[in-house]
């Protein structure tokens, strides 16, 4: 195969660039072509995500403002493989685009940060504190197990929201732990929030490679750095997305795992005030991944009935 040289597109901040390295050192190692100086190029394209830091992505257009541009990029050809964290992909790839792998999901779990103290839980949360996030979906989760807690919107990079938080202007922040993790910030971490109670976002704690569909070359290039398990998590956790028609301004939750063999999702939705959710799991075989996800998605939806969350 000609390998050639291969462009990553990516945005700008710390973890992004942390998780295009992944994708980099994984290329590296599976094609000693590709370890050649030079062979991969990092180019850090600027969303529209990034550039608006002052409102909540509910109120500014959702998901798509974090690819837009890079997917804008594959198209004119200045890169080859956008990089993403896989929870910011809205549930619809845009036409002329594929996911390209995904690699191999680490902790897929939220983390509540705090400035002081260790709470063993969040029922041991200080009464009326306040959390930092601008996620429906996190935002939810919190009210409904502690109505008390006083909710900040907070939006930016890991950095960002780390200096606002030790500079006293919320108790607590929510991140994903994988973020904190590979940009070596674990330590930071006050409590890892179970899935099974705290329910992570679709796609959490995994990196994807975003592709022109048909680019046979590239798609040749990913196909020995994708994990598989993972891949199949993902397609059920987004396929419940899709089910629900699902952005950020649905507060929709959706986990995966595989284990001995077989796949496992839970989906959970809930109002924004965290004063109704509706929770539902299911089992099957990986090879029936996207059809887990639509039937669990599907259960939810008869729950929920016209109580539904569609904030459009």
Do not use: Y
């Amino acid at each position: 195969m000609n390998v050639a040289m291969l462009r990553l597109g990516t945005r700008g901040s710390q973890l992004a660039l942390a998780q295009t390295r992944l994708v980099a050192a994984a290329l590296a190692g599976a094609w000693p072509e590709l370890a050649a100086p030079g062979a991969i190029e990092t180019v850090v394209i600027r969303t529209t995500g990034d550039r608006i830091q002052d409102r909540p992505l509910s109120a500014i257009g959702g998901k798509g403002l974090f690819t837009k541009e890079l997917e804008e990029a594959l198209a004119e050809r200045s890169i080859d493989v956008a990089v993403h964290s896989t929870k910011d992909l809205p549930g619809v790839l845009p036409p002329g685009f594929a996911l390209g792998c995904i690699l191999e999901r680490d902790d897929p779990r939220d983390a509540l940060v705090m400035r002081d103290g260790s709470p063993r839980r969040l029922a041991d949360l200080p009464p009326g504190c306040s959390i930092g996030t601008s996620a429906l979906r996190r935002q939810s989760q919190l009210l409904a197990l502690r109505p008390d807690i006083a909710i900040r919107m907070m939006r930016g990079n890991v950095d960002t929201r780390l200096r606002k938080l030790d500079d006293g202007e919320v108790d607590a922040i929510i991140l994903a732990a994988a973020g904190l993790r590979r940009i070596g910030l674990g330590s930071r971490i006050t409590l890892a929030l179970d899935p099974a109670q705290f329910v992570p976002a679709v796609g959490q704690g995994a990196v994807c490679c975003e592709v022109r569909d048909g680019d046979r070359r590239v798609l040749d290039l990913l196909a020995r750095v994708g994990h598989r398990d993972t891949a199949d998590a993902v397609v059920a956790e987004r396929a419940l997305l899709l089910r629900l028609e699902g952005n950020c301004r649905t507060p929709i939750a959706g986990h995966a795992t595989i284990e001995d063999g077989r796949l496992s999702l839970t989906g959970f939705v809930a109002t924004p005030d965290g004063r109704e959710g509706w929770r539902a799991s299911g089992t099957a075989a990986p090879r029936d991944a996207a059809a887990l996800g639509d039937d669990v998605a599907r259960r939810i939806l008869g729950m929920a009935g016209d109580r539904f969350p569609r904030l459009d």
